[in-house]
Structure formats: C-alpha cells, structure tokens
C-alpha cells in the first residue's frame, strides 16, 4: 500500500534552517508528482512546494518563493523540502503528498516550530 513518512521536523530559532524529508513507498516513485503542504493551528491546509517524476519541474507558495526548494531523489524514493531563513509564521505541520488518479496520499506530518 501507499505510505509516506516525513521526517526532518523539529524547533528552530527565526533565520535558521530545516531539511524535511518524505520518504514513499508502495508506488512508482518516479512517476509522480509529488508536493509538500502545511497546516498552522487553526489555520487550513495550505500549499507549499511540488516536483514533476523527473524533478524536472518546480513550484512554489508565493510565501515560500526564494527561501524554500524542493528536491527529490528517485534513487531513493525520497523527496526533500530545504527551508532556509525560517520565519515565525512558518510554523506548521508539514505533509508531503502524491495523488495516484483521483486518490490523495498524506503523510502523518512533520511539526516544524519557529520560535526563539
């Protein structure tokens, strides 16, 4: 079955940098596109970063444009959202995530925190 495991989360001080990870299984890897969300308290789920198979392709949330890049590494059916520069407003829980057909694939989320 399909599976996705974030990883990589965790607390930084304003200006600091994380390296989450998404590791997949269960489905051609380099086949699909994958894409990172986020989701604040109280706040909905928002886009954050996708990747084309090939990860020929990159897009990006305005908020995140210039500060965030998105990599995956087929080899190795992982996929990888640099933050540099982290912000307050940042903080969130992290998904990565794939459709295959209509059927959207979540990961369980990874806490990233941005605080001093």
């Known amino acids: 079955q399909v599976q996705l495991v974030e990883s990589g989360g965790g607390l930084v001080q304003p200006g600091g940098s994380l390296r989450l990870s998404c590791v997949a299984s269960g489905f051609t890897f380099n086949h699909f596109v994958m894409s990172w969300y986020r989701q604040a308290p109280g706040k909905e789920r928002e886009f954050v970063a996708t990747?084309?198979?090939?990860?020929?392709?990159?897009n990006y949330a305005d908020s995140v444009k210039g500060r965030f890049t998105i990599s995956r590494d087929n080899a190795k059916n992982t996929v990888h959202l640099q933050m540099n520069s982290l912000k307050p407003g940042d903080t969130a829980v992290y998904f990565c995530?794939?459709?295959?057909?209509?059927?959207?694939?979540w990961g369980q989320g990874t806490q990233v925190t941005v605080s001093s």
């Open positions: 990747i084309t198979g090939s990860g020929g392709i990159t």
């Open positions: 995530r794939t459709n295959i057909g209509v059927t959207p694939y």
